[in-house]
């Protein structure tokens, strides 16, 4: 299983990102999959998940209504589209995925503790 993240950068508050996670070594639409990031001094959070159980998806309360998470199962690539970009979402951010059955919620929380896998992440500097 690998897990390669891309599309991070600079960017000034307000505007966009699109991160990509390219997946080989598994079948991405039967395991759940997720984004998180963490910053200097804070937890690893979970920002947005897609459940199996149910095709959920989850957002953290900081992202909601900014942030889109989607994924290409015929090119195995998980997306997380990042509108409205501002300094707080700096931080590296790492999909994951968890090979066990569960909902968006499910593997969004916790910190990510019980995903299987990691990429080694994409960082994400917003401006002010």
């Known amino acids: 299983v690998q897990l390669v993240e891309s599309g991070g950068g600079l960017v000034q508050a307000g505007g966009s990102l699109r991160l990509s996670c390219a997946a080989s070594g598994f079948t991405m639409p039967y395991y759940g999959i997720g984004w998180f990031r963490q910053s200097p001094g804070k937890e690893r959070e979970g920002v947005s998940c897609i459940g199996t159980s149910d095709y959920s998806t989850y957002y953290s309360d900081s992202v909601k209504g900014r942030f889109t998470i989607s994924r290409d199962n015929a090119k195995s690539i998980l997306y997380l589209q990042m509108n409205s970009l501002q300094p707080d979402d700096t931080a590296v951010y790492y999909c994951?995925?968890?090979?066990?059955?569960?909902?968006?919620?499910?593997?969004?929380?916790?910190?990510?503790?019980?995903?299987?896998?990691w990429g080694k992440g994409t960082l994400v500097t917003v401006s002010s």
């Open positions: 994951a995925i968890d090979l066990q059955l569960g909902t968006a919620n499910y593997y969004c929380s916790g910190h990510g503790n019980g995903m299987d896998y």
